[in-house]
């Protein structure tokens, strides 16, 4: 939206007449006039015409309207991208809102639909910030909200952090939020801290210990109450037990108890002795009958003893008289066995040395048998010993050296090749006679037969008949007979060295040879033969046995049945002595059962002795026993007599254990009685002065008072509770609210304000923080210093660059507003005007800023579209 | 014409607890006078007896000077017989205080602490029902279908407790027989416990408090005087004022834009009445933030002139408009906290608490905003 136009008619001085600022320009306008001409008049009327409700009539719409009363007009022309429109309000009288189309004259809206059309314009929605950017003298949303510390001077001088927040919050309506949250939080701190704890000393904390107070005391007060309750239950059921325990029907009826009891107890007490008496008797007489019983049994069983012991003295006589025969015999055994025994070992003894005399003969005929044979072995070795010695010394004598007969027989072999050799290579001739002529040849005399060959060696000379003679002679060697001739000579030396005569000869010896060591192998296995160790060792056997022959006896005996005898005497011997051993014990059986024997009787006599002089003479025993029996019969039915009074007796007997425990019963109950009676009536006192101490006191009422007072105080500090949930609700609200807005503008604004601070540093060097996009050091002169504190021109400054700077994010975002200006550089000196008026200027490319001022001289510099006021009435 | 007062639940002792300290004294001395206004009832209609129909005393130990002090008052009055019957705050469990009240009773005060027939006058019999404890869990008037009088006299029955479902106590049990009257013969049952005047019947009455003691019923305090021709004839009952203090209630059920304060000026009572009056303003239906702020400050400019005044807002919801929110701010952070405090006090997925909540900060953003500098 940019504005072109703006018209009031009776507002403030104006009364009855008005003025209009005409051709507001694109970029900066300046209206620059001295004070009272009706500057801030024409900002306060735009203000209210886009910001007041025609129907209202607030404070900023009272102030518009002249003292002389009437009803203020306000006009404007804008233009927005849907095209240009004429907004006109008026005030008080005649209160209206139209929205025109300029070019047509249309009306477009009237009253609540015109001020909607208005509402949009400048807020751009809700969450927006203002259309309209406006900037008066001397007023930033900061100092206002400072404004009571506005002396402070470290209040006043702000970081740019915080001015530049303040201007964000001031155009996001931060002013009457940063108002709303301090109502807020003024209200909270009274009663809760920081942390949302109660505050000590606050209302709440006061109600809190007032409710804690009062629950107390309810509590102790319930407690008395419930005592004194339980107090009068108790006396109650200590009266009724009271009045029980004191009935006297009641007490006549216990002692009735008691005495009854005692009465049954002397009873119980008088007939336990008279069974005790009768009881004695009883015991006596069945003593009495056992006595009896017993004297009778004792000489009946007396009786029976003697019989049997008769009955055994005869058995034990004739076992005697058996065991004293059978040690007769006994002994006459052992005498036996004991001559037996010494005959067989007599006829051993003759068996042994028969034997050993006969072993004796027959090593010595032995002896003599061996020196005999030894002898002739030796005889025979001698002889062998001597053929060896003589086949050795021929065989020493014809003893050829190993190796000559078998070189002998190479070099005859090697002859045989070389003659044949010679006798190849001689030149032969062979004559063949013509019919007619024969051994007409002849060679040194020998004539030529026909046909017959002959070996030409060395120079021949042929005779031929008639003819003359030829020689022939051969050219020597290569005919083989020099080495055949070598070889001769080596076979002469090799015959001669052997000592032969010839190969055949050698051969013959050879044979002989072999014969000879077979004879000699075959001599000196017979001597071995003969004697196996040695001729020597031979000769000492036979010396050996020669001294040792001695002479030879000769016994007439059987050797092997002389054997025999010996063996039948050893078994003679070893039956014989057993025989012995076996008859010992016989014996000694024999002895023991004797001496048994002889025991028992003694035994039996001793005790037939014993009864007979207990039992009397034999004809009174009868009538003792008789006797007896009648004694014990008496006594028997005594004891029956007595035992059926005791019986009787006792069953008819009292429980004493009963009645005494009955007694004492009866006696506790009426002594517990007694004591109850007291305990309760010294309790029932006790309880009195409590009942008494409580009801005077007026627990209970005090009680309830308490709890009302509990239950009022409960209610008051859930109402502080609801009013602290109520406050924190509202302040996070808040909180979250302003938050956002922040974070919705501040970033983009600071983006936004970064190149026109740095115009405004145009001396210094300044350094951004990189995260706030703040001012962080500036350089100037070679110092660097921090941006920390501000001054008020600085602030002021920042105030204007702040809005420019909205309005460019505005503009970007495709809601252009124009920037207004009311003399809002008075704490500037005039280097720092001239520098906002670039920035103003460099922002005025694309931004509609309207300037009111008063400073004319300062402002001429400012340059752009300079407006007039011109008087104005509406039309009509 | 037998003439008698009929009166019950006095509570002498009450304490107040619950209210503001200074206003105790004048109530709790207002339980004890109550008995020279019930004398003076008597006087002027020529009745010469008072039934006091139970809880006479608010607890069952009251202090000894409290006792006293009401025996005297009673004593004062030396030409009219009381009665007093035990009800279920001051039980015949109270044996303390009965006991003393024994001790100290004056020759025109009768005690009914024994279900026995009492002779009140030549022909005129009393059955009185005693409450034996706080819940004696039976109908203790049984007994009086059986009791024997003579021939032709008035047969007066004096019981404490609950008929049917309702008692002042909200107990259902140890309920007394409706047609208890009829069955025993009755001319007249005159009943206590219920603070409010009631006839169950034409023979039986609850005659309610003379001096109230609490909102709940919203009336003034009463007692019944009962005229009795002669057996069988039915009784004459009027009810004759007693109370001292008013307790009252006011409703005032509001539609979004009306003038709460200007509806409560027009409810309020007069002036000359207002010292002797507990008001509880009940506020209910929606109101705008500005109705809702001159409501409470109405409240708080005439509060001072009443014994005691409440605003009861429980039932008032904030309702907010378009124009309300303006008031707060037309646009920027303060009118989103606004919107959303709206919106969260709307929200039918919260819970009611979060959502009153949310209402009533916005209310109070509207008044703080309401206090700024435009």
Not at chain 1, 160 to 171: I, K, R
Not at chain 1, 664 to 691: F, H, W
Not at chain 1, 783 to 812: C, D, I
Not at chain 2, 182 to 202: C, I
């Amino acid at each position: 939206m940019k504005l072109s136009a703006l018209r009031l008619h009776n507002v403030r001085r104006f009364a009855g007449t008005g003025i209009a600022v005409e051709g507001i320009g694109d970029g900066v306008n300046v209206l620059s006039a001295v004070n009272e001409v009706g500057k801030s008049t024409c900002f306060d009327a735009l203000h209210a015409l886009f910001f007041q409700p025609h129907t209202g009539t607030p404070g900023p719409v009272q102030t518009l309207r002249p003292y002389s009363g009437g009803n203020p007009l306000v006009e404007a022309d804008i233009k927005t991208s849907d095209g240009a429109f004429r907004l006109t309000k008026q005030f008080y009288g005649g209160k209206r809102a139209m929205v025109r189309e300029l070019s047509s004259g249309r009306l477009i809206a009237q009253a609540d639909e015109a001020e909607k059309f208005i509402g949009a314009l400048v807020q751009g929605g809700t969450t927006g910030p203002a259309g309209l950017l406006w900037v008066r003298q001397g007023i930033t949303g900061i100092e206002r909200r400072a404004k009571s510390e506005e002396e402070n001077e470290k209040r006043a001088r702000e970081s740019v952090l915080v001015s530049v927040q303040g201007e964000v919050e001031s155009l996001t309506g931060g002013r009457r939020m940063a108002q709303a949250v301090a109502a807020c939080e003024e209200e909270l701190s009274r009663l809760v801290t920081a942390t949302r704890r109660p505050k000590a000393g606050g209302p709440y904390a006061l109600a809190l210990e007032e409710r804690d107070r009062l629950a107390e005391a309810e509590r102790k007060l319930a407690a008395e109450v419930a005592e004194l309750r339980t107090a009068l239950d108790r006396r109650r059921s200590i009266r009724n037990r009271l009045n029980e325990l004191e009935d006297r029907e009641e007490e006549r009826a216990r002692q009735g108890a008691l005495a009854q009891a005692e009465k049954d107890l002397a009873a119980a007490k008088a007939q336990g002795e008279t069974l005790k008496t009768a009881e004695a008797e009883a015991a006596l007489a069945r003593s009495q009958r056992d006595a009896a019983g017993q004297a009778l049994t004792t000489y009946r069983r007396s009786l029976a003893r003697l019989a049997e012991l008769q009955a055994l003295e005869s058995e034990a006589t004739g076992r005697r008289d058996e065991a004293l025969a059978r040690q007769r015999a006994a002994a006459e055994a052992g005498r036996a066995a004991a001559a037996a025994v010494e005959l067989a070992e007599s006829e051993e003894r003759q068996a042994r040395d028969l034997l050993s005399r006969l072993e004796k003969a027959l090593r010595a005929r032995d002896a003599a048998e061996r020196l005999t044979g030894l002898r002739e072995a030796h005889a025979g070795a001698e002889a062998e010993r001597t053929a060896i010695e003589s086949f050795e010394a021929e065989i020493r004598a014809l003893a050829l050296p190993a190796a000559g007969l078998r070189q002998l027989e190479a070099l005859e072999t090697e002859l045989v090749g070389l003659r044949a050799i010679v006798a190849a290579r001689m030149p032969l001739l062979r004559v063949d006679y013509r019919d007619g002529a024969s051994a007409a040849i002849s060679i040194a005399g020998m004539a030529l037969g026909d046909g017959e060959e002959k070996a030409l060696t060395g120079s021949t000379t042929l005779d031929i008949a008639e003819i003359g003679r030829i020689t022939l002679t051969l050219p020597q060697g290569q005919d083989g007979q020099a080495e055949l001739a070598q070889a001769e000579a080596r076979r002469q030396k090799g015959l001669k060295l052997l000592g032969i005569a010839s190969l055949a000869e050698g051969r013959q010896r050879e044979t002989r040879l072999r014969e000879l060591e077979t004879a000699l192998r075959l001599g000196q296995q017979r001597l071995a033969l003969l004697a196996p160790h040695g001729l020597a060792d031979l000769q000492e056997s036979i010396a050996r046995l020669e001294a040792q022959r001695g002479e030879i006896i000769e016994i007439k005996a059987d050797p092997e049945a002389t054997r025999l005898a010996l063996d039948a005497a050893e078994a003679r011997v070893t039956t014989s002595r057993n025989a012995v051993r076996e008859a010992q014990p016989q014996r000694e059986a024999a002895d023991t059962a004797i001496l048994a024997a002889e025991r028992a009787l003694a035994t039996i006599a001793s005790e037939r002795a014993g009864l007979t002089t207990v039992m009397g003479a034999e004809d009174g025993r009868e009538a003792h026993a008789a006797a007896l029996e009648a004694t014990f019969a008496r006594a028997e039915g005594e004891l029956a007599s007595v035992s059926e009074r005791v019986e009787s007796l006792r069953a008819s007997a009292i429980d004493l254990a009963g009645t005494e425990a009955k007694l004492r019963r009866m006696r506790s109950i009426v002594d517990s009685t007694a004591n109850e009676i007291a305990k309760l009536r010294e309790d029932a006192a006790e309880i009195n002065g409590q009942i008494r101490a409580r009801a005077d006191a007026a627990v209970e009422e005090a009680w309830q008072e308490t709890s009302e007072k509990l239950a009022a105080a409960e209610k008051r500090l859930a109402g502080l509770a609801h009013e602290v949930a109520l406050l924190s609700r509202l302040r996070d609200a808040l909180e979250a609210a302003r938050t956002t807005a922040r974070d919705h503008y501040f970033r983009p604004v600071m983006a936004e304000l970064k190149p026109l601070l740095g115009l405004l540093f145009e001396d210094a060097s300044v350094t951004f923080d990189e995260d706030t996009l703040l001012p962080r050091t500036v350089r100037r002169n070679g110092l660097e210093e921090p941006v920390g504190v501000l001054s008020g021109g600085m602030r002021e400054q920042l105030a204007v660059l702040t809005r420019l700077a909205f309005a460019r994010l505005l503009a970007k975002d495709g809601q252009p507003a124009p920037v207004i200006l009311d003399d809002a550089l008075v704490y500037s000196d005039d280097d720092r005007i001239e520098r906002m008026f670039d920035a103003l200027h460099r922002q005025a490319s694309d931004q509609q800023i309207i300037v009111f001022s008063c400073r004319q001289r300062a402002f001429s510099q400012l340059g752009g579209n300079i407006l007039r006021m011109k008087p104005w009435s509406p039309e009509g | 014409m037998f003439r008698f007062i009929h009166s019950s639940d006095l509570h002498i002792g009450k304490r107040f607890g619950n209210l503001p300290e200074e206003l105790r004294g004048r109530l709790r001395d207002a339980r004890h006078t109550v008995l020279d206004r019930l004398a003076a009832q008597a006087r002027m209609a020529g009745a010469g007896t008072i039934l006091l129909a139970g809880d006479c005393f608010d607890t069952e130990t009251p202090s000894p000077a409290m006792l006293r002090q009401a025996l005297a008052a009673m004593a004062g009055h030396a030409g009219l017989r009381w009665v007093m019957l035990p009800g279920n705050h001051d039980s015949l469990l109270a044996e303390e205080l009965w006991a003393a009240a024994r001790a100290a009773l004056p020759g025109n005060v009768m005690l009914a602490t024994e279900p026995e027939p009492i002779l009140l006058a030549p022909g005129v019999t009393l059955l009185p029902a005693p409450c034996t404890t706080r819940r004696p869990g039976r109908d203790l008037t049984e007994w009086m279908d059986r009791a024997a009088t003579p021939e032709g006299a008035l047969r007066i029955g004096l019981a404490h407790g609950a008929i049917q479902s309702f008692s002042e106590d909200g107990s259902g049990l140890d309920i007394i027989a409706p047609d208890r009257a009829s069955r025993a013969g009755l001319d007249y049952l005159a009943l206590g416990d219920w603070h409010g005047q009631m006839a169950v019947n034409a023979r039986s009455w609850y005659s309610g408090t003379p001096e109230p003691d609490r909102f709940k019923h919203g009336e003034p305090g009463r007692a019944l005087l009962v005229g009795l021709a002669g057996p069988g004839a039915v009784p004459e009952v009027t009810p004759v004022e007693t109370g001292s203090f008013a307790w009252r209630s006011l409703s005032l059920d509001l539609l979004s834009g009306d003038d709460a304060a200007t509806a409560l000026a027009a409810e309020l009572p007069g002036g000359s009445g207002r010292r002797q009056t507990l008001l509880r303003v009940i506020a209910s239906g929606r109101l705008r933030p500005a109705a809702r702020m001159a409501l409470e400050a109405a409240i708080a400019g005439v509060a001072p002139e009443f014994a005691e005044l409440q605003l009861d807002t429980e039932g008032l919801a904030a309702d907010c408009e378009d124009t309300d929110l303006d008031a707060i701010d037309r646009a920027g952070a303060l009118r989103q906290a606004a919107e959303l405090l709206l919106a969260e006090s709307h929200d039918e997925g919260r819970p009611e608490a979060e959502r009153e909540i949310a209402g009533e900060a916005l209310v109070r953003l509207f008044s703080y905003c309401d206090a700024m500098q435009p």
